[in-house]
């Protein structure tokens, strides 16, 4: 890109194997598909490195002079995009771009132009109001979800069926109910920790691969529980979300393959269950529909779809991308551990939201298509264009975030965009707020010296549009003691 990394703080741009491709084709996932500033000096805010390039209005990351739009959807933009942003933000706030899949679409990249899209009513989330529809068919959305007849979720669906939806789903995610799956979600963490350790038979150096045996099966077998998944099917829910997330790559068209069986399991799950209603959701969502909510089988099985595919892997990226930065900000770690140490869970929390903010796991919020023509950012929307807010570059918008490039776990004032704003904020939030402080507080506890076992340069991010995630974290460990 030219100028450096200084966006995420992580260091150099990554090289990928020469091999490598960005999965620009049918199995691309829209929704999935330098100069580090120094660690903070705790308490007091770090001041920023002497003689940087110009930076964009209150010391963001540097901002080259006005040029040639920077690259877009390469795979080195995905290793490092916040410097691009930093120039749309600055040049270009709100910017039409044709995708690696040929679809024409408006990035929005400013905090408040990102705040005001993400509320308002104009700018619709079914896609019908799609203006290239024809064209744009199977290019928008989750890859396989129309050929497998699961539209009609939260993501697709605007008022009035998007509040009577979102209000039957909302029970399972009430403060209550979160808080009394916590035991839960900490047996998992433990367990996974395990199986971590006793592979490692007695060696005195550890090794593992992060993404594939922690941050991954965690929110999958999480919300397999939440749904009411039988444990012996869970496995089978596993190997298809992997493939839907492309964890290791895999054949074309395997996306859309993944996505028939789980619906089609989805659907036989709901008629067991019509005979043996337990205390999940999908027993939820059928008693529901049993008393007028006037659900359709449909209609729960894209749900529980969605729970399922929005349920994991926001929460992989968050526990991926936040151990990534923690081990990449050893001052910043070793605060954090020190505080879990001592039995206070405050800087936890803020430590959570702020890794959100930092490198948060949802990159571009999901499609939305103006119903009318509007304004945005002084650029004028057409009725029926595709707009996509970039929340990770909203996120580091220096005009509303005191030193945006910085990591700080004790930052306060941090509204940030991570899971959403307005009537489409993200439902799973308290859950995977939840996994997330569970998850890293148990890593830091139990493997308290984890580090990396890979250069910066070494780590592949996955390609897609919407999600922001490794594909693999290798670190090293000592071992618990048996």
Same mark, same amino acid.
């Given at each position: ?6 966006g995420t ?28 500033r120094?660690?903070p ?9 002497a003689?940087?390039?110009?930076a ?5 990351c ?5 040029g ?15 410097p ?29 132009d ?10 619709s989330k ?10 744009g068919k199977g ?10 007849n ?11 069926d ?19 799956f ?5 047996e ?16 005195q ?24 998944v039988?444990?012996?099917d ?10 839907m997330?492309?964890?290791?790559g ?16 989805l ?19 059928i ?18 779809f ?8 926001t929460?992989?990226? %968050?526990? $991926?991308?936040?151990?990534?930065? #923690? &081990? @990449?900000?050893?001052?910043q770690? =070793? !605060?954090?551990?020190?505080?879990? *140490?001592?039995?206070d869970?405050? %800087?936890? $929390?803020?430590?959570?939201?702020? #890794? &959100? @903010?930092?490198?948060?796991?949802? =990159? !571009?919020?999901?499609?939305?298509? *103006?119903?009318?023509e509007?304004? %945005?950012? $002084?650029q ?17 918008d220096? *005009? ?61 991010w996955?390609?897609g ?6 594909r ?11």
């Open positions: 890109m030219g100028w450096g990394g200084c703080g992580y260091g150099r741009e990554v090289q990928h194997k020469p091999d490598a491709q960005p999965e620009t084709g049918s199995d691309a996932h829209p929704e999935t598909g330098s100069d580090a120094p660690e000096r705790l308490p007091a805010r770090p001041e920023a490195p003689g940087p390039p110009p964009d209005a209150a010391g963001g540097p901002v080259p002079a006005a040639p739009v920077p690259a877009l959807f390469s795979w080195e933009f995905a290793a490092d995009p916040y691009a942003y930093a120039w749309l933000r600055e040049h270009a706030p709100v910017h039409r771009t044709r995708l690696p899949s040929g679809v024409e679409a408006w990035l929005v990249t400013r905090y408040p990102a705040r005001q899209a993400l509320a308002d009513a104009r700018l079914n896609p019908v109001h799609h203006s290239d529809a024809a064209d290019k928008t959305g989750i890859p396989g979800e129309r050929g497998a699961l539209m009609t979720h939260l993501l697709n669906i605007d008022p009035p998007h509040t009577r939806l979102r209000r039957l789903v909302s029970k399972a995610f009430t403060p209550r109910r979160v808080a009394a916590a035991p839960r979600i900490q998992l963490t433990d367990q996974l920790i395990d199986a971590m350790v006793e592979k490692q038979h007695g060696a150096r550890g090794s593992a691969d992060l993404i594939h045996e922690f941050a991954f099966p965690l929110p999958i077998y999480a919300i397999c529980d939440l749904l009411g039988p444990p012996e869970q496995d089978d829910f596993r190997d298809w979300a992997g493939m997330i492309r964890h290791g895999g054949p074309r068209g395997g996306v859309a393959r993944a996505v028939k069986k789980m619906r089609a399991y659907a036989e799950l709901i008629h067991r269950k019509r005979a043996d209603l337990g205390d999940d959701l999908i027993s939820g969502l008693r529901a529909s049993d008393h007028g909510e006037h659900l359709t089988e449909n209609e729960a099985a894209a749900m529980a969605i729970l399922l595919f929005a349920g994991f892997e929460t992989v990226n %968050l526990i $991926g991308n936040g151990a990534y930065a #923690l &081990l @990449r900000h050893p001052a770690r =070793e !605060l954090l551990q020190k505080s879990i *140490a001592a039995g869970t405050e %800087l936890l $929390g803020t430590a959570v939201e702020e #890794l &959100l @903010r930092y490198d948060g796991p949802v =990159e !571009l919020a999901t499609w939305r298509y *103006a119903t009318r509007l304004t %945005l950012g $002084g004028r929307i057409a009725e029926g264009d595709p707009v996509l807010v970039v929340l990770a570059a909203a996120d580091r220096p *005009a509303r975030f005191e030193e945006p490039d910085v990591l700080d776990l004790t930052r306060r004032d941090n509204p940030h965009l991570g899971y959403g704003h307005g009537i489409h904020y993200c439902l799973g939030a308290p859950l995977a707020r939840l996994e997330g402080q569970t998850a890293l507080a148990t890593l830091l506890t139990r493997l308290p010296d984890l580090r990396l076992a890979a250069e910066s340069d070494d780590l592949r996955r390609g549009l919407i999600m922001r995630g490794l693999t974290l290798p670190v090293e460990f000592t071992p618990e003691p048996s």
